[in-house]
């Protein structure tokens, strides 16, 4: 099992920046951080949830949605077990809860698909203002 936490969420205005992290840890050994995929959705009131970014458990390889692509940045510290999201030039239109998954790696780049992933934390309200 793993669990996830986020934190980092808030108020902003529009412009503003926020960070947002996500702790992992998980119980039995057998899916280390450096095994895991990993990923940050968002889900505002009356719409589907998103893809926001993606990572695979390396680092290098990331995946954003178009409309957050050269905002937002994930990165990842595999020793701390924690997953960041980098928010910049937030707009209101961002404003949503973002959880943060965690998934099973079999290979290849970052996987873009809610059903990629098998673990998924609370989530954390992030509000822009304009």
């Known amino acids: 099992q793993v669990q996830l936490t986020e934190s980092g969420g808030g108020l902003v205005q529009a412009g503003g920046s926020l960070k947002l992290s996500c702790a992992a840890s998980e119980s039995d050994g057998y899916y280390p951080m450096n095994k895991l995929a990993m990923a940050w959705f968002r889900q505002a009131p009356g719409k589907e949830r998103e893809l926001v970014a993606a990572i695979n458990p390396s680092g290098a390889s990331t995946g954003y949605v178009d409309s957050v692509k050269g905002r937002f940045a994930t990165y990842r510290d595999n020793s701390e077990k924690t997953v960041y999201i980098q928010m910049n030039n937030l707009k209101p239109e961002d404003t949503a809860v973002y959880s943060c998954?965690?998934?099973?790696?079999?290979?290849?780049?970052?996987?873009?698909?809610?059903?990629?992933?098998?673990?998924w934390g609370q989530g954390t309200q992030v509000t822009v203002s304009s």
């Open positions: 998954a965690a998934g099973r790696y079999f290979g290849g780049t970052y996987y873009a698909h809610t059903s990629d992933y098998e673990y």
